[in-house]
């Protein structure tokens, strides 16, 4: 075998890879990017600099070496919070390139795939669970790390089981998310040549679309069977059983909320075009910016997952319960509005027992705060008639004369960190006693995704709000 004759630089090589042969081609090639070489059938062999180096090495064996990661793809719709992740990394010696979803992810993957993928969770359109699914079921060696404000165990459970290889909480220091990446590297390569060794074990319990539940190896993900009940065929869900690194942050802020209604998009009745919905002017969002055409009566909120969670999270969803419009929504805008039957009234709505101004509605991170304005037949929450201002809480009944309306959304523990179904929970636990790790996967991801992303608005909005009243207080 022949080792390097000279120098690596004429070959153009930057970290001092270099090509080992003996007689003919082995496969192997020369780059930094260690994840894609290894995608392809080669592997990288250390030169250690011009020197002379022989040996067997088979493809993806290292023979004790370790991979560099050169290039880390940030994953990230806020400017200011990569701006701050990408100077890190580049003040650590590394590449770094920001993309904002997931439609920008898997367009760069094709055209340049990094050795690395930082990844944010609560994104427009796809949210990064999905995204991490969709990046693992390509290649579930290319390393993906979550960095995240969300702390709940809930959101590491889920990433885990997407194949999610680390979790960071941010904000978190320069040398901790460094290390972290360094390792978790380390770590997808360790596991990488654990599988050839046949050590991954467990199974994964599913359900076919009709309902049936189904049962599978985990060494049979992504492959297609076919329910016993009604002869479709399903696809296994990918999930991973390895375990996954977790770093978490003493100086997180647990109050950093954003604003979730910047998820909701808006179907145009005129064009049919998509656009965003802004909380902060309601009648604003009522024009189309494609065909300048306004809307009339009910916005048509797109329902996709996240919406919905944002919609509930947001605490100004009222549904109709009686008359005509039972079943449909009713969103507030963010301040104080009169409900009545007057025309005057910013929240116009007719039934028996309505008074001209009957009573004002304030958003609040809490729920709704309610005050009737001295009508005949009173307003009532939970069936109580009230007397001076009174909150609505999340799914609280609100009685209007003969309409009944309920506050969307969920009145969750703040010290909450898990809320998935106790009996899968107690299903998985007696798997894991007798060495099986279990899946059960009964909702699409990006339901699981959303209703995680809303606990965190959630518990993160009741915080702030309970930390404002002690501080006023």
């Given at each position: 075998?022949?080792?390097?004759?000279?120098?690596?630089?004429?070959?153009?090589?930057?970290?001092?890879w270099c090509?080992?042969?003996?007689?003919?081609?082995?496969?192997?090639?020369v780059?930094?990017?260690?994840?894609?070489?290894?995608?392809a059938?080669?592997?990288?062999?250390?030169?250690?600099?011009?020197?002379?180096?022989?040996?067997?090495?088979?493809?993806?064996?290292?023979?004790?070496q370790?991979?560099t990661?050169?290039y880390v793809?940030?994953v990230?719709?806020?400017?200011e919070s990569?701006?701050?992740?990408?100077?890190?990394?580049?003040q650590?010696?590394?590449?770094?390139k920001?993309?904002?979803?997931?439609?920008?992810?898997?367009?760069?993957?094709?055209?340049?795939?990094?050795?690395l993928?930082?990844?944010?969770l609560?994104?427009?359109?796809e949210?990064?669970?999905?995204?991490?699914?969709?990046?693992?079921?390509?290649d579930?060696?290319?390393p993906?790390?979550?960095?995240?404000?969300?702390?709940?165990?809930?959101a590491?459970?889920?990433a885990?089981?997407?194949?999610?290889?680390?979790y960071?909480?941010?904000?978190?220091?320069?040398?901790?998310?460094?290390?972290?990446?360094?390792e978790?590297?380390?770590?997808?390569?360790d596991?990488?040549?654990?599988?050839?060794?046949?050590?991954?074990k467990?199974?994964?319990?599913?359900?076919?679309?009709c309902g049936?539940?189904?049962?599978?190896?985990?060494?049979n993900?992504?492959k297609?069977?076919?329910?016993g009940?009604?002869?479709?065929?399903?696809?296994?869900?990918?999930?991973a059983?390895?375990?996954?690194?977790?770093?978490?942050s003493?100086?997180?802020?647990?109050?950093?909320l954003g604003?979730?209604?910047?998820?909701?998009?808006?179907k145009c009745?005129?064009?049919e075009?998509?656009y965003?919905?802004?909380s902060?002017d309601?009648?604003?969002?009522?024009?189309?910016?494609?065909?300048?055409?306004?809307?009339?009566?009910?916005?048509?909120?797109?329902?996709?997952?996240?919406?919905?969670?944002?919609?509930?999270?947001?605490?100004r969803?009222l549904r109709?319960?009686?008359?005509q419009l039972?079943?449909?929504?009713?969103?507030?805008?963010d301040?104080v509005?009169?409900?009545?039957?007057?025309?005057?009234c910013?929240?116009?709505?007719h039934?028996e027992?309505?008074?001209?101004?009957?009573?004002?509605?304030?958003?609040?991170?809490?729920?709704?705060?309610?005050n009737?304005?001295?009508?005949?037949?009173?307003?009532?929450?939970?069936?109580?008639?009230?007397?001076?201002?009174?909150?609505?809480?999340?799914?609280?009944?609100?009685?209007?004369?003969?309409?009944?309306y309920?506050?969307?959304?969920?009145?969750?523990?703040?010290?909450s960190t898990?809320?998935?179904?106790?009996?899968?929970a107690?299903?998985?636990?007696?798997?894991?006693?007798?060495?099986?790790?279990?899946f059960?996967s009964?909702?699409p991801?990006?339901?699981e995704?959303?209703?995680?992303?809303?606990?965190?608005?959630?518990i993160?909005?009741k915080?702030?709000?309970?930390?404002?009243?002690?501080?006023d207080?």
């Open positions: 075998m022949q080792g390097c004759p000279t120098s690596c630089a004429p070959l153009g090589l930057n970290h001092g090509l080992l042969t003996q007689g003919v081609a082995l496969g192997y090639r780059s930094p990017r260690w994840g894609q070489d290894r995608k059938g080669y592997t990288q062999v250390s030169s250690s600099r011009c020197g002379m180096t022989s040996g067997f090495l088979e493809s993806g064996d290292l023979g004790g370790r991979p990661v050169h793809m940030v990230d719709d806020d400017a990569a701006r701050e992740t990408v100077a890190t990394l580049k650590a010696g590394f590449e770094a920001v993309v904002k979803d997931g439609g920008q992810v898997h367009g760069s993957l094709s055209l340049d795939r990094p050795d993928v930082l990844l944010k609560i994104l427009p359109g949210s990064g669970f999905e995204i991490c699914e969709r990046l693992k079921k390509q579930r060696f290319l993906v790390v979550v960095y995240s404000e969300i702390v709940l165990e809930a590491q459970t889920l885990a089981k997407l194949g999610a290889d680390g960071i909480l941010k904000p978190c220091q320069p040398g901790t998310l460094v290390a972290a990446i360094r978790i590297a380390n770590l997808v390569w596991r990488q040549a654990g599988e050839r060794e046949g050590q991954e467990g199974e994964i319990q599913f359900r076919c679309t049936h539940r189904m049962k599978e190896r985990l060494l993900r992504g297609l069977v076919t329910c009940q009604c002869q479709a065929m399903v696809q296994i869900p990918e999930r059983v390895h375990d996954m690194i977790v770093k978490l003493d100086t997180a802020n647990a109050n950093a604003d979730p209604m910047r998820f909701l998009s808006v009745q005129h064009c075009t998509y965003k919905l802004f902060n309601l009648e604003k969002a009522r024009t189309c910016p494609q065909c300048q055409k306004r809307q009339i009566g009910a916005l048509s909120i797109i329902g996709a997952p996240l919406s919905r969670a944002a919609l509930a999270s947001s605490l969803v109709i319960l009686s008359g039972k079943g449909k929504k009713l969103m507030l805008p301040l509005i009169t409900l009545g039957s007057d025309r005057t910013q929240l116009k709505q039934g027992g309505i008074a001209p101004q009957h009573c004002t509605l304030k958003p609040t991170p809490l729920g709704i705060l309610v009737d304005l001295n009508s005949e037949t009173g307003t009532f929450i939970d069936n109580e008639r009230i007397t001076g201002e009174t909150l609505l809480e999340p799914g609280g009944l609100l009685k209007v004369g003969s309409m009944l309920r506050l969307i959304g969920q009145n969750r523990d703040v010290n898990d809320f998935y179904d106790p009996k899968q107690k299903a998985q636990q007696k798997a894991a006693e007798k060495g099986v790790r279990l059960l009964d909702k991801t990006a339901e995704a959303a209703d995680v992303i809303q606990a965190h608005w959630d993160v909005r915080r702030s709000a309970m930390s404002t009243d002690s501080a207080a």
